[in-house]
């Protein structure tokens, strides 16, 4: 059974960061992308940023351009999402997904596989 957990949310102030750790099980690691996305109250549902658990390839999209980096440790099927110099527009909730695609795709969103959300607060 695929499960994604996501973690590491919370509260920050604005130019602070925060990792958000996505923890993958279940899935054969060489072909699964893992993205994150986020939605802001009233806001559609956002990609960030998407990874291949096997080669590392990227997509980023906009909301990640510069604040954010995301990286996965193979050996503990682990995607963090590193992000700084939070901004109150990044206030969202932030869900980690995945699929037997590339990242360009996963980052689509039509993905099979979500984990639960986790919230990011940026005060101003």
């Known amino acids: 059974e695929v499960q994604l957990q996501a973690s590491g949310g919370g509260l920050v102030q604005a130019g602070g960061s925060l990792n958000l750790s996505c923890a993958v099980s279940g899935v054969v690691v060489a072909d699964f992308a893992v993205g994150w996305f986020r939605q802001a109250p009233g806001k559609e549902r956002e990609g960030v940023s998407c990874?291949?658990?096997?080669?590392?390839?990227?997509t980023n999209k906009d909301a990640a351009k510069g604040r954010f980096t995301i990286y996965r440790n193979k050996a503990k099927n682990l995607v963090t999402l590193q992000m700084n110099n939070l901004k109150p527009e990044d206030t969202a909730v932030y869900y980690c997904?995945?699929?037997?695609?590339?990242?360009?795709?996963?980052?689509?969103?039509?993905?099979?596989?979500w984990g639960r959300g986790t919230q990011v607060t940026v005060s101003s």
């Open positions: 997904a995945g699929d037997y695609a590339g990242p360009d795709v996963v980052c689509a969103g039509h993905n099979d596989y």
């Open positions: 990874i291949l658990l096997g080669d590392g390839r990227e």
